[in-house]
């Protein structure tokens, strides 16, 4: 068990649709990483929080968002869900946001768009 | 653009074989990481190891070991002795980004099978 957790595990839902996923931090981590992983894109990396604030952005879409709270848990936010975005999707932290940190995942959220 | 290649997408060997897992990378930069993670069947990423593009030296733990070649640009990762439970995909990362700023960039996998 890394400490990060992830709720929820699974999520159906139809194209179209908004939902969000939510992830809590290791204790005393200050970083948050969201990452995808589908067969075709493999594991990509989203968006990293840092304290709060946006550090670091990959490829994500404009349809996605994301944000870290004052008690540093975070959202990720996906609207106008189509099939494709249909993924396992990974949060991640880390002590602070460094690259030479490692970063410990959660189990994952398992999106299916229908 | 830094980039990740692991080659074997998939390998298959008897338990207590060895077996080696590639891992080659691209970056300009002079400073780096990189690292090795692990996703059993039940989907979680387990950290292995980190290692720093200053640091040219083999580390083992147990029955994995890592050589690192910057001549090459590898990392490869070896297991001794394979066992069942080793079967796992196994991804290599390159860490990018300036201070306080990260973004991991993976392979695309290794799944590896360890049949009894």
């Known amino acids: 068990d890394s400490g990060v957790t992830q709720t929820p595990k699974h999520l159906i839902t139809a194209t179209g649709q908004r939902v969000t996923l939510r992830c809590s931090p290791r204790s005393g981590d200050l970083s948050v990483y969201w990452y995808q992983q589908s067969l075709d894109q493999g594991l990509q990396f989203l968006i990293q929080y840092y304290n709060g604030e946006e550090r670091a952005k990959g490829n994500i879409l404009e349809r996605f968002s994301a944000q870290q709270f004052p008690d540093l848990h975070s959202e990720l936010n996906l609207s106008s869900l189509e099939l494709g975005d249909s993924a396992l999707y990974f949060c991640a932290s880390s002590f602070q946001g460094n690259s030479y940190n490692e970063q410990f995942f959660g189990p994952g959220t398992r999106l299916t768009v229908l | 653009a830094q980039k990740v290649t692991q080659a074997q997408t998939e390998i298959s060997v008897v338990e207590k074989e060895d077996v080696t897992l590639d891992c080659v990378y691209e970056?300009?930069?002079?400073?780096?990481?990189l690292f090795w993670y692990k996703q059993p069947p039940s989907g979680e990423l387990v950290f292995l190891i980190r290692?720093?593009?200053?640091?040219?030296q083999n580390e083992i733990s147990g029955r994995y070991s890592w050589n690192f070649q910057k001549s090459t640009s590898s990392f490869n990762f070896t297991i001794t002795a394979s066992q069942v439970v080793d079967s796992a995909v196994y991804f290599c990362a390159l860490s990018e980004g300036e201070q306080g700023a990260q973004k991991l960039v993976f392979g695309q996998g290794t799944r590896l099978t360890i049949n009894p």
């Open positions: 970056t300009r930069d002079t400073t780096y990481y």
């Open positions: 290692r720093n593009s200053f640091d040219e």
